[in-house]
């Protein structure tokens, strides 16, 4: 029960990663690949990962699962394109970091008899491009499925044990509920990120100090995430808008508290709510160590970063 033929629809990052994963597993198994990108496709030629394809036609054709490796933004236009090649019975499938806007817009694009199984994998570096890709990108990390409740149960099943192969552990959740969870873990974070940067460099104009060059540890650590793709970026708070404002309007209200402690010099409410934290914290770390799951900080909760195609 595995997919013979994989069609990558971009060919960044995660494409590359998935590719060069599958080629460490199964030497037999088909790869095609495509990116709009000239100067992609060639980098990706040079690293032989799969056959690069000078068209959507020759990419996907033949294929029983084709994944988008594409920013949130291009879905719905990519789904268009390839939809005249997609053979009958085919899966597709997608690494995007927002689900419920992608479902709705890619389902619309599908022909009948076509299944989508959307899946996102909570794997990826702050860097982009086919060279970024490295075999072990998946294993132990977690791949989340948010398939609907029209997908019969054994391609969903299929597509499980496809991630399962690349090392990831699985699990499923509705759309709604996936965005909302990688609101709080990922997006916020990353919001903030790039907000920290902007007032440190804002900060250093202002008083004529060399903020960003004396910055300690902590702040070079938590500002990775900064150094992610822009465009990814944009697209991803545009598409989950509501659930990160949601959680972007609770995190306001947490600083404002803090800010009011630290006004009245409230020391004993500080110490109380940094030691629950803390306690949080460390029981986040435990329970992935308990578990076998390669828990890091939340520096390294980047989302896949694909290839604009």
């Known amino acids: 029960m595995k997919f013979n033929h994989i069609a990558l629809v971009g060919l960044g990052l995660i494409a590359s990663s998935i590719a060069l994963a599958l080629r460490s597993k199964d030497t037999n198994i088909k790869i095609t690949g495509f990116s709009k990108t000239k100067k992609t496709r060639e980098e990706a030629r040079k690293i032989g990962f799969c056959i690069v394809c000078e068209n959507y036609e020759d990419c996907i054709k033949g294929a029983d699962l084709v994944i988008l490796c594409v920013p949130v933004c291009v879905m719905s236009y990519v789904t268009e394109k390839i939809s005249p090649y997609l053979s009958r ?42 060279s970024s890709g490295f075999a072990t990108l998946f294993e132990n990390r977690y791949c989340i499925l948010t398939p609907s409740d029209k997908i019969p149960l054994e391609i969903i099943n299929k597509v499980r044990l496809f991630w399962e192969k690349l090392g990831s552990n699985v699990i499923e959740m509705e759309a709604k509920h996936h965005d909302l969870v990688l609101s709080v873990t990922s997006h916020a974070p990353h919001l903030i990120a790039f907000a920290m940067v902007g007032v440190a460099d804002d900060f250093s104009k202002v008083t004529n100090s060399e903020v960003i060059n004396y910055s300690a540890a902590g702040f070079r650590d938590f500002t990775r995430l900064a150094a992610s793709d822009p465009i990814m970026w944009r697209d991803v708070f545009l598409n989950n808008k509501d659930a990160a404002l949601e959680i972007l309007g609770r995190f306001t209200e947490e600083l404002f508290t803090l800010q009011k402690a630290i006004r009245k010099k409230d020391g004993e409410y500080l110490l109380k ?5 803390r306690k949080i914290r460390r029981s986040i770390v435990s329970a992935g160590r308990r578990n076998g799951i390669r828990t890091v900080s939340y520096t390294h909760l980047t989302l896949p970063t694909s290839d604009l195609v």
Do not use: C, I, M, W
């Open 273 to 277: 709510y940094f030691e629950r934290t």
């Open 89 to 130: 019975s085919v899966v597709v499938s997608d690494v995007g970091s927002v689900k419920e806007s992608v479902v709705v817009e890619v389902q619309k694009k599908l022909p009948k008899g076509v299944f989508f199984v959307p899946a996102h994998p909570l794997a990826g570096t702050e860097n982009s491009g086919p």
